[in-house]
């Protein structure tokens, strides 16, 4: 069983100026991350969602793939004048868009990675954040679409030479996204127009094509939408933007939180205790409870069950960001942005907060795939300067940092959560590791091993310490010689 061994790999990609490389780790041996693959120069790299597969533009023209079990290079693609490139959930396909150079142009090419060939070839005049990639899959790649005029197109996704083999008609769509898990439905978004209303709808995506939604939910005041669906397909969350705040009371316009689900037993609006924006909405890993940031600041964060039962409160705060760990116990509450950088680590299951710190302008922020550590980095172009890589234990005490010059990308590598045991063992096993490693270091060597407190044995993460009278310090010395341990402890 996977979960037999003590504690599985874990992997991060950092990227900067000069390439990428992949660490190994945490927990880290010996304080410091173990080189796994040395820097390879790029532009742009990217994992598949489940981790099998790594793509790594090296120029505007070259496009490499690597199997991330061994970090060998499996395939290599010459495509000129490419402006983007992804990979499909599982690492089958990989989606490049060139520059076009006639309008008639093919110029947005699905290449089977297995082989090298183009499997499929379409026209694109440009590329916006809504329209790519073009062709979306399913986490399982069991159903592969593209938004056209009017409609969704579908293709066979082990044989795209057939083309498109169904069609989901929807006038005037502008967005739509696959249930997570199976791709079982689709939920599209139609904006306003003539004084009709804007409407989000689902669809049933079995072997044939409902055209009739088996939910609905229309919007007045709607310029755009966030589509999030839970991991069994039975939610989608709504997140409703407008422009203009017709109160006035927010520069940024008015959003609005809505829920479907997809047996009808729900439709409409979340219960908010708070006048405001929603700064953040998360699934749990589970599916079965959702939290939701909201309210002008201070922001309060409120954790509901499916049927939008509210379970849990954590408080208020500067807040704009939530992050539910893979195991489901953890979570974490942040102001990120133009907000300071506090961060609050509670323990769902327990109801508890668990401690408090800071990351100040951080970008991005993820848990680790075992569910034990989050990590913050600062990169550009966002911010040009203090970049760098925070990891936090799941109480919130600083484990690692790392300052760059630049530093572009920061992630972790793809983990089912599944393939790790749970918290308590892991955490278990790492302080077992601990031991062992003290018992090896040779006596007065200094350790650099990180612990969940800052140690004499690292000054630089050290804040400067409180004044303490000599008389004091000289009674800290004393007990350090008698028994051991740290003066300043």
Known sequence: ????????????????????????????????????????????????????KLMVMKSDSLVSIYECKSLREIRSLQVPN????????????????????????????????????????????????????VIRFSSDEAVACRLATNEIQFFDPVDFSRGIVNRLRVPSIAAFELSRNVGSYVASFVPESKGMPANVQIFTRGKELQSQPVARRSFFRCSSVQLNWNC????????????????????????????????GTHEGLVPLRKEGPV???????????????YGFMPAMVTIFDKKCNPLLELGTGPYNTIRWNPKGKFICVAGFGNLPGDMAFWDYMEKQKLGTTKAELSVT????????????????????????IKIFHHNGSLYYKRMFDKLF??????????KFGDIAELVKSVDLLKVEETKTQAPGSKSVQASTKATPANPPSQKPAAYRPPHAKAAAAVQAELFGGSPSG
């Open 82 to 133: 490419v402006l983007a490139a992804t990979i499909s959930p599982r690492g089958s396909y990989l989606q490049t868009f060139q520059k076009p150079t006639s309008p008639q142009e093919k110029n947005v090419v699905l290449w089977k990675i297995d082989t090298g060939d183009s499997a499929y070839q379409l026209s694109q005049k440009n590329m916006t954040k809504a329209t790519w990639p």
């Open 409 to 418: 990308q920061a992630d972790w590598k793809p983990e089912s959560s599944d």
């Open 1 to 52: 069983m996977a979960v037999a061994e003590p504690s599985p790999s874990m992997e991060i990609l950092v990227r900067d100026p000069d390439g990428f490389v992949i660490w190994h780790g945490p927990p880290f041996t010996n304080g410091q991350p173990r080189i796994k693959l040395d820097k390879i120069q790029c532009t742009s790299v990217k994992f598949s969602e489940d981790g099998s």
């Open 279 to 293: 700064h953040d909405v998360q699934w749990s890993y589970a599916g079965k409870e959702f939290a939701v940031v």
């Open 365 to 388: 922020s993820e848990w680790s795939p075992d569910g034990r550590y989050f990590m913050t980095a600062t990169t550009a172009p966002r911010l040009q300067v203090d970049n760098g």
């Open 232 to 263: 069994d397909s039975t939610g989608l969350l709504v997140v409703v933007q407008s422009d203009v705040d017709k109160t006035n009371q927010s520069y940024y316009g008015e959003t609005k939180l809505n829920y479907l689900t997809t047996d």
